[in-house]
């Protein structure tokens, strides 16, 4: 999630743990806990290669096995300034579940959280919150400003508790969300005997009424849109080329390896003049992502691997969120190029066709 709302959860979260009095100080330390996993961002910005960068963020600095112990030893650390002496107990909570929550909360969205490192195993990408969403975010925001106010006054507790109940509670509401998309998605791919193809579904930007779900198939990937309130029929997918020849040629080359764990395999390859360029489908839409790397350069009838590069695709975002917003209301037309189609292209049944 975006730094603001991870500051505030780990100030909700620190200031709930420790006595009344040691709220405010409690607000301040959570705040710096609930960043202090982003910080890996810092030494990879000397790292040249931008495909390193993106599969070491959310790293070591994000892991479950690692976050409590950096807390224990925090903890151990602060154990003689008077607010832990008087109460080490609370304060070890604090420290500890303002960090957790990072790792924790950052699972939920897609980009992809190493819980597990050092285990060799994919990352984690719950893929139910948008990394930015101001209905997760307000109600921590809320509480902070009345524990800041409040202080050691009975309300500031009742806020901050509430503050947490109501952001887990919406967290709790987008994996409902999910549960339906998937539902909806899997009764269509099942009829086009793709129930078992890797798919995955995401909420699109600042909200959980509207999803998209992306499918990979042998000849390419589907996407669809859902939205909860508009959708009643059937999913309808769009299908799309993945260059699986190029990606094939590539797939030794070490940087496509690593991408391909980071992204569970989401990832599409195209042609920009010379250079291959593999996208993550996981984040943004056809026909523009945000991350794109530039991995290999033609070389007679094949591909020599170059030093990874980061190619920036634009994007048109106002007209994207305001045909996002006419989505989530209305559903497509039988063209699928009705107003509330955000991407104005036909729909596909579930194996591609027409």
């Known amino acids: ?197 890797p798919r995955f579904s995401v909420p699109m930007p600042f909200n959980i009424l509207l999803w998209r779900v992306v499918v990979l198939t042998p000849d390419g990937f589907l996407e669809g849109e859902r939205s909860l309130v508009a959708d009643r029929a059937p999913m309808r997918f769009r299908a799309h080329d993945r260059g699986q020849d190029d990606l094939a040629a590539v797939a030794h080359l070490p940087a496509v390896r690593r991408l391909a764990w980071f992204n569970h395999g989401f990832m599409k390859a195209w042609r920009d003049d010379d250079r291959l360029v593999l996208s993550d489908l996981r984040m943004g839409a056809e026909p523009t992502y945000t991350f794109n790397f530039a991995v290999a350069r033609a070389e007679g009838t094949g591909w020599q691997a170059i030093p990874p590069e980061q190619v920036r695709q634009p994007l048109d975002a106002r007209r994207r969120l305001a045909a996002m917003w006419q989505r989530i209301w209305h559903a497509p037309d039988a063209s699928g190029t009705g107003r509330g189609d955000p991407h104005g292209a036909a729909p596909t049944t579930a194996d591609g066709s027409p």
């Open 1 to 197: 999630m975006d730094s603001l709302t991870q500051m505030l959860l780990g100030g909700c979260v620190a200031a709930a743990c420790v006595p009344p009095g040691q709220r405010r100080r409690a607000l301040l330390a959570g705040a710096a806990l609930g960043t202090l996993p982003d910080l890996d961002a810092l030494p990879l910005l000397l790292v040249d290669d931008p495909v390193l960068r993106m599969t070491w963020h959310r790293g070591p600095s994000h892991s479950l096995l690692v976050l409590p112990l950096l807390g224990h030893l925090l903890w151990w650390l602060a154990r003689r300034t008077a607010p832990v002496r008087a109460a080490p107990r609370a304060w070890w909570w604090a420290i500890v579940l303002a960090l957790v929550t990072h790792a924790l909360l950052d699972a939920l969205t897609v980009y992809g959280t190493q819980v597990w490192w050092p285990l060799p195993v994919p990352p984690v990408m719950v893929s139910s919150l948008f990394i930015i969403d101001p209905l997760y975010t307000v109600w921590l925001l809320l509480a902070v400003a009345v524990a800041a106010l409040a202080g050691p006054r009975r309300i500031a507790g009742r806020a901050l508790a509430a503050g947490l109940v109501l952001s887990t509670a919406y967290a709790g509401a987008s994996l409902l969300a999910k549960a339906q998309v998937e539902r909806a998605a899997e009764a269509t791919l099942a009829a086009a005997g793709l129930a078992d193809a």
